[in-house]
């Protein structure tokens, strides 16, 4: 009763928002974008994919003849922020959704001890906004923020590139996984200033870029080599789902995530940057995972007449 009355304040708060207050801006608008970039397929492009995923494998030294069947990928996200009205103070969130069902316990806890609370997750960071790249020409080799080592499986991040922070995939408690189409929604003061600054420069887009926590080193064997996947813009119907289980330990609970087969043409799961004014509360978990994938079924632009196209994001007034 108490969650029930909870989503319901939520959902009434979230309504009497103005629209130029909060705007979650996918993937879909404008000039964004999503790629994955593989290094052990380095020229290889991967914008017309219908999933971005990162993974890890070291297994094998530099030079060794075996060394391309380890595994390093990243995820590149851009945001196009021309035409949105942009108010002078404001806090940020960036979102991606769980593309696939086998995100279970040994995929992101620590299945040794065990310990539910040691877990994996991504680590994000910003690009130069001086720097741009395209989803149909993106590739390992020359992603902005990469210097390719030729050493597949070790990261190669450059100062073009900064460090955000991260976002851990939530403990899995009592369900059987976690489920097609949840969000995993990032935020840290790092990212409100990436954002803030780009803004300030005169950036009409921004670009986060994440990879998986762990490295080739981790001690939990389950996590090496797996590909931890998430929904582009591309996958325009997100798969099925329909054995997820909420609580195992329920033999009544109801089956099936309930994003299971749902529609993303419009974006609604595709990666994507929130920008929320301060003149409203800052969202909390549950708001943001109600605006991100909730029943509401939109994303909102910044004001109504925002232009289109190659314009900048514009001031709110005072």
């Known amino acids: 009763m108490n969650a029930a009355r909870n989503i319901v304040t939520a959902l009434v708060a979230l309504l009497a928002v103005p629209a130029a207050d909060a705007a979650w801006v996918p993937t879909n608008f404008g000039n964004g974008a999503d790629a994955e970039v593989r290094e052990s397929n380095p020229t290889q492009n991967r914008g017309v994919s219908t999933e971005i995923a990162s993974r890890v494998r070291n297994g094998f030294p530099l030079g060794d003849a075996n060394d391309g069947s380890d595994r390093n990928s990243a995820i590149y996200t851009k945001f196009d922020l021309s035409g949105t009205l942009i108010p002078d103070q404001f806090v940020t969130a960036f979102r991606m959704t769980y593309r696939n069902n086998n995100l279970n316990g040994t995929r992101i806890q620590d299945s040794i001890t065990p310990n539910p609370a040691v877990r994996t997750g991504l680590a994000v960071y910003g690009l130069n906004p001086a720097l741009d790249w395209s989803e149909d020409t993106i590739n390992y080799l020359n992603a902005p923020g990469i210097t390719f080592d030729g050493d597949v499986g070790t990261k190669d991040f450059n100062s073009d590139l900064t460090f955000l922070g991260t976002v851990l995939f939530p403990a899995i408690g009592t369900q059987n996984w976690l489920p097609v189409g949840q969000a995993l929604i990032f935020q840290s003061a790092n990212l409100d200033q990436f954002v803030a600054d780009a803004v300030t420069g005169g950036a009409t887009q921004v670009t986060l870029v994440s990879t998986v926590i762990h490295g080739a080193d981790t001690p939990f064997s389950t ?42 043409s419009t974006g609604l799961f595709s990666p994507a940057l929130l920008i929320q004014s301060t003149a409203v509360p800052v969202p909390g978990v549950l708001w943001l995972e109600l605006v991100a994938v909730g029943g509401l079924g939109l994303w909102r632009r910044r004001g109504a007449v925002a232009t289109r196209g190659g314009a900048s994001p514009r001031r709110a007034s005072a």
Do not use: C
Not at 228 to 241: G, V
């Open 223 to 264: 996590w090496l080599n797996f590909n931890y996947l998430f929904n582009p813009k591309e996958q325009t119907t997100l798969n099925s789902d329909p054995n997820y289980d909420a609580d195992i330990n329920d033999p009544g609970n109801p089956l099936g995530s309930p994003f299971s087969g749902a529609d993303n």
